[in-house]
Antibody, heavy 125, light 108 residues
Framework: QVQLVQSGAEVKKPGASVKVSCKASGYTFTSYDINWVRQATGQGLEWMGWMNPNSGNTGYAQKFQGRVTMTRNTSISTAYMELSSLRSEDTAVYYC??????????????????WGQGTLVTVSS | DIQMTQSPSSLSASVGDRVTITCQAS??????LNWYQQKPGKAPKLLIY???NLETGVPSRFSGSGSGTDFTFTISSLQPEDIATYYC??????????FGQGTRLEIK
């Protein structure tokens, strides 16, 4: 079955970086975008950006521009999200989710399904 | 950026009730609107895509409608297992996505 499995929980100090992985299985990794969404405790869902695993093209939400980098390793069907200059407000569960197919700057079938199990990132001194 | 206004923020209903949640976009998004269910401690689950299409395996008591700026999500007969938070999500191009604020659904 189609599945995304994320790396384990992380504890980081303010100013550090964190890199979360998302391993895909059950489908052709390069055929669908990977999106990243985060959720602070008791809060709503916040979209961070997308990556096309085939081309490596990315698009980031304005809020995270300059602090987030999304990459992939196609040989192991794994996507990565790195967030730098961490602050306490970045404490959240980070999810990867399979998205649609982005071609020529447009996204087709742009819903998120399935999702990874989530990775808790805690930023604390 | 497109803003999504979801209401109500919380809702209490009885088993068997018809439940309706609305989502309004700040500009025309055609039918590029999806609905998710999130249970405590779990990842969100896709229920409805492109405004009105039921995801495979999702019970038929869930439905969605709307286009343009105004969208509705309905549970025709509330079941105990439907207790969750529900989110709308829009997407546009170049690819950007925005979620509504969420609706927490409780049993009365």
């Amino acid at each position: 079955q189609v599945q995304l499995v994320q790396s384990g929980a992380e504890v980081k100090k303010p100013g550090a970086s964190v890199k979360v992985s998302c391993k895909a299985s059950g489908y052709t990794f390069t055929s669908y975008d990977i999106n990243w969404v985060r959720q602070a405790t008791g809060q709503g869902l916040e979209w961070m950006g997308w990556m096309n695993p085939n081309s490596g093209n990315t698009g980031y939400a304005q809020k995270f521009q300059g602090r987030v980098t999304m990459t992939r390793n196609t040989s192991i069907s794994t996507a990565y999200m790195e967030l730098s200059s961490l602050r306490s407000e970045d404490t959240a569960v980070y999810y990867c989710a399979r998205g649609g197919q982005t071609k020529g700057g447009s996204c087709y079938s742009c819903w998120f399904d399935p999702w990874g199990q989530g990775t808790l990132v805690t930023v604390s001194s | 950026d497109i803003q999504m206004t979801q209401s109500p923020s919380s809702l209490s209903a009885s088993v068997g009730d018809r439940v309706t949640i609305t989502c309004q976009a700040s500009q025309d998004i055609s039918n590029y609107l999806n609905w998710y269910q999130q249970k405590p401690g779990k990842a969100p689950k896709l229920l409805i895509y492109d405004a009105s299409n039921l995801e495979t395996g999702v019970p038929s008591r869930f439905s969605g409608s709307g286009s343009g700026t105004d969208f509705t999500f309905t549970i025709s007969s509330l079941q105990p297992e439907d207790i969750a938070t529900y989110y709308c999500q829009q997407y546009d191009n170049p690819p950007q996505a925005t979620f509504g604020q969420g609706t927490r659904l409780e049993i009365k």
